[in-house]
């Protein structure tokens, strides 16, 4: 598919890869401990690249759907309904993710709930897991792309990526 909108949905994928490995970085490198200024920034630092990193995988996803001319899921559920859309084949589609990718991403979709909501509750020792489907999603994101967009239309195999 030439649809120029393939670009967008690159960059934010690209931006999601970038945010989630950020994240992971600064997860490792700790520093939560305390109540001083340092302790904050490292916690609102890691929260916000976690949150980040979600935010623009949904991006890119839902305009992949736009391109397909599938309509985003709508209500309340919405960020639950589109990991769980775009992580099986419907009638006219394969999975945009993997399964593997698709439980990660949900994941992370956990992870930002519960960081949007109760920033003062926040414990780095609960958050290993999500950090770990973070980690994974920043090595894959680009490839399950590039492997979608094969699947559905092989002659872009050959298109440049951004």
């Known amino acids: 598919m030439s649809d120029a909108r393939w670009i967008e949905v690159e960059i934010d994928f690209q931006t999601a890869s970038e945010h989630f490995h950020k994240a992971a970085q600064l997860y490792k490198a700790g520093g939560f401990e305390g109540d001083d200024l340092e302790s904050y920034k490292s916690g609102m630092a890691f929260m916000h690249a976690m949150q980040s990193g979600h935010t623009s995988l949904e991006s890119g996803l839902v305009r992949i759907l736009k391109i397909l001319g599938e309509e985003a ?6 960020h639950t309904d589109l990991i769980r859309r775009v992580s099986r084949p419907t009638d006219g589609r394969p999975a945009v993710l993997t399964k593997g ?34 980690a994974r999603l ?25």
């Open 73 to 78: 899921p709508a209500g309340g559920e919405w």
């Open 101 to 134: 990718a698709g439980e990660d991403a949900d994941e992370t979709r956990r992870f930002r709930n519960i960081a949007t909501r109760n920033y003062n509750n926040f414990r780095p020792d609960e958050a290993k897991k999500s950090v770990n489907a973070a």
């Open 138 to 162: 920043a090595g894959c994101l680009i490839v399950e792309l590039k492997i979608f967009r094969a699947t559905i239309d092989p002659a872009t195999t050959n298109e440049p990526s951004v």
